[in-house]
């Protein structure tokens, strides 16, 4: 018992693993919440191009110096508001403005990122994460910004499931369809930003899609799908981050692999979507 | 009921035309209806039915013409209309209750960052109480039958506490039971005094359960009370040659269904 206790509260002795644990319990709830619509709504693809999309904007933060943050910010507002823009009603359709814009920043990116010489180690960091370098300000950013869109989602539930759900009824409803769009998108790319540091672009996708999907597995309800994948969301961060310190792995794919995990256990125990549910009615 | 004349038109359309990309869906169409009555709008696949409900509900723009609501041009108004589709374009797997589904049409009473309170549950009970649906209340959505599926909308519909009901084909692809509790809806909403209009392919609820009736085809063809509306020039003018006629029972020479189910295609009337 003791041991297991050590074995705990090691890591905890260290300045970088307190602040690296909180961070990837934010990160994990706030993906996990955000991403029940991206899963509903069958948006991964969304969830991945808008993190390739903000590599541009890091790269330029880079060339210019400025906080590579707010790079990413700035390109993903951008991005976010572009594919808006493009697949407004009587245009395109919403993935195929995505697949353009996707493909654009991201060779953009790639394009700037190969005109810098000397491959930065914050660079790599972006594109795989870096959970044990969070600093204090980060963490302080990365709190304010989850607070921000976990309060807008609590306070914009019925909206936003509404919408999610039936949109023709918010229309009938009179609700300002274009504008919650925008916010959804809006509060994604928050979103992705906040979550570039602990598990990088290329697995902020997974950090989306995977604890979400978990939960869909299993709940009826969305209310109790969001608080469900955000219980896996934080788990997977703490389990992860555990494994990355006694290991000796990387944080973010140890984050990611363990939600995977879950899922696949879930998955396995329940082989249709709620096909455990009336089993265990009938039992009882 | 005979409308009160007092009431000033609680639906105006006002030379509506509707076009979809070159094509006339809907031409010039106008009419009033009165406070409280219940209108059945007919006419064959393709007649523009479920054009004339979404222009109503300012869900395709207008080519020419104006809709007034309580006298107000649409958009002016917040979510007293409440609309039940032919096909609901939802998402079935969508984790949502019936309950959860039937509580959305309180969402436009509520307002923004507001919970549902005793009051709303209470008239969401209501509604699936009405609809017979309270045993379901708890299921997700995408575990039920149609028919069932149609029950909820409408029970959402209920919970909206409109003042004017569009139900687009609520009679077809149900069995007599639903066909029951939509009847027993109506003339609930006929109480309430809800302005309901409805799309049907059937001639014979339309004379016997409404008011009023709207012959469409593209344009408006006629529109009055049934007797007068429904006559056998009036209907193959509708219909085309789309029509059965049945033998009179003692009911006068008005029996007459439009075939819905496997309609000959060339005798669809094509008028671009
Ligand atoms: N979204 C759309 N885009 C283009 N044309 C459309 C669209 N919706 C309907 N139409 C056309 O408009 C005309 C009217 O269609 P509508 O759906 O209103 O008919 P309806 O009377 O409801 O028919 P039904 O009895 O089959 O439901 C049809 O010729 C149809 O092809
Ligand atoms: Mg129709």
Partial sequence: MTMLLDWLLAPLAYGFM??????????????????????????????DALAHGILPGV?????????????????????????????RPGTIREDTAIGILFAASLSLGVLLISTIR???????????????????????????????????????????????????????????????????????????????????????AAMLVTPSATAYLVTRRLSHMMV??????????????YLSFYFNVASGAAVVLTATMLFVLVFLLAPRRGALWPRRRSRS | MVPLPEEPARLEMDHVTVVYGGHLALEDVTAQVPH???????????????????????????????????????????????????????DWRFPVTVADVVMMGRYGHLGWLRRPTARDRAIVQRSLEQL???????????????????????????????????????????????????LQVLDHLRDAQVTVLLSTHDLNLAAAYFDQVIL?????????????????????????????????????????T???CCPPEQSVPRRR
Avoid at chain 2, 217 to 240: A, K, M
Wanted: hydrophobic fraction near 50%.
């Fill in chain 1, 59 to 87: 790269a330029i933060a880079y060339l210019l110096q400025v906080n590579l943050t707010i790079g990413a910010l700035a390109a993903g507002i951008a991005v976010a508001l572009g594919i808006a823009f493009l697949s």
């Fill in chain 2, 36 to 90: 409280g009555a219940r209108v059945a709008v007919v006419g064959p696949n393709g007649a523009g039915k479920s054009t004339l409900f979404k222009a109503l509900m300012g869900l395709v723009p207008l080519y020419t013409g104006q809709i007034f609501i309580h006298g107000q041009p649409l958009g002016s108004h917040h979510d007293c209309v409440a609309y039940v589709p032919q096909r609901e374009e939802v």
């Fill in chain 1, 18 to 47: 307190q602040r690296g644990l909180i961070a990837s319990v934010l990160v994990g709830i706030l993906c996990a919440v955000v991403g029940c619509y991206i899963v509903l709504r069958s948006m991964a693809f969304l969830g």
């Fill in chain 1, 118 to 204: 000397t491959y930065a180690v914050d660079l790599t960091h972006i594109l795989f994460g870096n959970v044990l370098g969070v600093s204090p300000g980060d963490l302080w950013l990365i709190g304010g910004l989850a607070c921000i869109v976990l309060t807008t989602i609590v306070l914009l539930y019925k909206e936003f499931l509404v919408l999610s759900f039936d949109p023709v009824h918010a229309a009938a409803l009179r609700l300002p369809i274009n504008l919650l769009r925008h916010l959804m998108l809006i509060l994604l790319a928050l979103t992705i930003v906040v979550s570039l540091q602990i598990v990088g672009v290329g697995l902020v």
């Fill in chain 1, 228 to 241: 469900l994948a955000a219980g896996l969301g934080a788990f997977s961060g703490i389990v992860g981050l």
């Fill in chain 2, 132 to 182: 017979g649906i309270l045993d379901l209340a708890e299921r997700p959505i995408g575990e039920l039958s149609g028919g069932q599926q149609r029950r909820t909308f409408l029970a959402r519909a209920l919970a909206q506490e409109p003042h004017i009901l569009l139900m687009d084909e609520p009679f077809t692809g149900i069995d007599v039971a639903t066909l029951e509790t939509t």
């Fill in chain 2, 216 to 256: 469409l085809n593209r344009r408006l063809i006629h529109y009055g009370p049934p007797e007068e509306v429904l006559t056998p020039e009036t209907i193959v003018e509708t219909f085309g040659g789309q029509v059965f006629w049945l033998e009179p029972r003692g009911e006068g020479p008005r029996m007459a």
């Fill in chain 2, 258 to 260: 439009a075939s819905h």
